[in-house]
């Protein structure tokens, strides 16, 4: 379980239940709307992660990661073959994240971005994944870009908030360690 430091303390990162994100995920992302609002119909098939002080026992910040092909929009972007085809692992290599919330009492702090990084290397560890990508909000844009996303495809709005599609290439990523290699030795 990794452990980072925070101003002194200890946080602790877990991999945590859907049912356990969504508190903070409605305080933060939509507290004006119904708690329903941030519950995502396929919270039962994502990875879901939490970052935790010493001696409490609901996370500071949550995030959760679904395998999800990018939006046809950004399909242009990647080069196609010769015939005009798109290549054969254009989805299969993806992984969206949603519902990334911090308290805003702990934002600042680097905790949101160690979650942030632990959370995609165990994506690329344990599915393999090559991309990262996320809805944004235009006022975390820059936030983003400072971790090395980049945006794609036009903004758009949920309801008020303005959004930007963001994406992170994690074999180019210094921030993300790569897939651990396993070695056989003799005995």
Not at 79 to 107: H, I, L, W
Request: a neutral charge; glycine letters at 6%; aromatic letters at 10%.
């Amino acid at each position: 379980m990794p452990h980072i430091e925070d101003n002194g303390q200890d946080v602790l990162i877990l991999k945590i239940s859907s049912q356990n994100t969504v508190d903070l995920r409605h305080s933060v992302l939509w507290p004006d709307m119904p708690r329903e609002h941030v519950v995502l119909p396929e919270d039962a098939h994502g990875m879901h992660y939490g970052a935790f002080l010493p001696r409490t026992n609901q996370p500071v910040a949550v995030i959760s990661l679904f395998r999800a092909p990018i939006p046809i929009g950004v399909l242009a972007e990647r080069q196609t073959s010769p015939d005009g085809s798109y290549p054969p692992m254009v989805g299969e290599d993806t992984v969206r994240f949603r519902k990334f919330a911090c308290n805003p009492q702990y934002q600042g702090r680097g905790i949101g971005t160690q979650l942030l990084r632990y959370a995609l290397s165990m994506a690329r560890s344990e599915l393999g994944v090559t991309i990262a990508w996320c809805d944004a909000r235009r006022a975390t844009q820059e936030w983003y870009a400072k971790r090395g996303f980049v945006p794609f495809g036009d903004t758009f709005f949920k309801g008020p908030v303005e959004y930007v599609r963001m994406k992170l290439d994690l074999d180019a990523s210094v921030d993300v360690p790569r897939k651990p290699r396993t070695r056989v030795e003799d005995v």
